[in-house]
């Protein structure tokens, strides 16, 4: 299945005052104010290079549509008090349905981009045959949760590994006939058959890159590989404020990495060096719960020979990818984020920094190493996201497909 595309340059929101450019424009005017926060109809209009006239328009349009809000006037300044303007929470919902290795995560995102309402069911494994109920009895308490406020969701957004059935070397050999069903098995397919909601795929990694695009240090910064690290470690890719998704969706595939020089057979991969798996494993092996990695006091319950193990091969091999992707990308940043307990995430970033001083960047730009803002729940809001995505935020396509209006 092919992920949809985002397109979206989050800097240049300059709109059109031409005519049959009206979507383009109430998406450009949405962004704004989803990037500024509260902001004058003056204010917009400077910010989106857009007349004040048609500014105007597009919002009292948007009001009328529920999408936008007043807000208390700002008084103290000369003339007319001006009167913010602020996106309407309840103006639309968007579902983000997170099909992980370990867990399903469904989650209900507003219109301002805030998680309002979760649930997670965990298992060992993915398999087809129990997950599609799941999915369906998370879809039923979703629609119960909003109750009324069901009508206002635009759509769903799965998301899920690529190529689930080849995995079976690393998830164990009790997984291997749950996960081989995955060869057949069309997730987005699947859940559109329990929805009458538009339902759009991607792959998880870069939806929870999205998540950061929009709701993390894709704020301020153009240029950044994101890197996520949970039961497996995967990325995704921002060039020029856009998300790269590539011609199959699989952009910033870091997992897949070579972490060496292969010789007398293959290089071990990325995600078999730096995925909390190995943790896990490790502490199932010491008769300690391996979810522990997940907990933001792994550090203080987890036998620290073994972290620290993990901490050396996992940041080595980080500071490995960060040096080649600079080199390939002219990176500004790498942003590292994950659903591993905090503190561990912070102790490989650290660690991985110091790694990074081993490397030369001659004749290229070292990027920052810094820690995501959105966390855990990245991959589902990523997912909750995409549907808001296709529906309100600009993108090249709208102004190519617009009757005059």
């Not at 329990?194 to 240029?223: H, S, W």
Request: aromatic content about 6%.
């Amino acid at each position: 299945m092919t992920p949809p595309k985002f397109t979206v340059d989050r800097r240049a929101m300059r709109g059109s005052n031409h005519n049959g450019m009206r979507q383009f424009n109430e998406r450009i005017v949405l962004q704004a104010i989803r990037l500024h926060g509260q902001i004058p109809k003056a204010d917009l209009a400077r910010a989106t290079q857009l007349s004040t006239q048609t500014v105007a328009i597009i919002v009292t349009r948007l009001m009328d549509d529920g999408l936008l809000l007043k807000q208390a006037p700002i008084r103290g300044r000369i003339g007319q008090p001006s009167v913010p303007l602020a996106l309407n929470p309840d103006g639309a919902y968007g579902v983000g349905l997170q099909v992980g290795r370990r867990s399903l995560e469904v989650i209900i995102t507003n219109f301002a981009g805030q998680p309002i309402w979760t649930e997670e069911t965990r298992y060992d494994y993915p398999d087809p045959r129990h997950l599609t109920t799941q999915i369906s009895s998370s879809l039923a308490q979703a629609k119960a949760f909003l109750g009324t406020r069901w009508a206002q969701v635009v759509g769903v957004g799965v998301t899920a590994p690529l190529s689930m059935h080849q995995w079976v070397d690393i998830m164990g050999a009790h997984a291997s006939e749950g996960l081989s069903r995955w060869i057949d098995y069309d997730v987005q397919g699947e859940v559109a058959k329990l929805t009458d909601l538009p339902v759009a795929f991607a792959k998880d990694t870069m939806a929870a890159c999205l998540a950061e695009l929009y709701e993390g240090n894709g704020r301020t910064i153009r240029d950044f590989l994101y890197v996520f690290v949970g039961t497996f470690v995967g990325g995704g890719l921002v060039m020029d404020g856009q998300l790269v998704g590539g011609p199959r969706g699989n952009a910033g595939a870091i997992g897949s990495l070579p972490t060496a020089i292969a010789k007398n057979g293959l290089s071990a991969q990325l995600l078999e060096v730096a995925s909390g798996w190995q943790l896990e494993q490790a502490l199932m092996a010491a008769g300690i719960d391996p979810q522990l990695v997940h907990s933001d006091d792994v550090l203080d319950k987890a036998p620290p020979a073994l972290t620290e193990a993990w901490l050396a091969r996992a940041s080595s091999a980080l500071a490995m990818t960060a040096a080649s992707a600079a080199a390939f990308l002219d990176l500004e940043a790498v942003v590292v984020d994950g659903s591993l307990g905090r503190p561990l995430i912070n102790a490989l970033i650290k660690r991985t920094e110091e790694s990074m001083a081993t490397y030369r960047f001659d004749g290229m730009h070292q990027p920052k190493l810094i820690s995501g803002l959105v966390g855990p729940h990245a991959r589902a809001l990523g997912g909750s996201l995409i549907p808001l995505h296709g529906q309100f935020f600009p993108t090249k396509d709208v102004a190519l497909k617009q009757d005059i209006v």
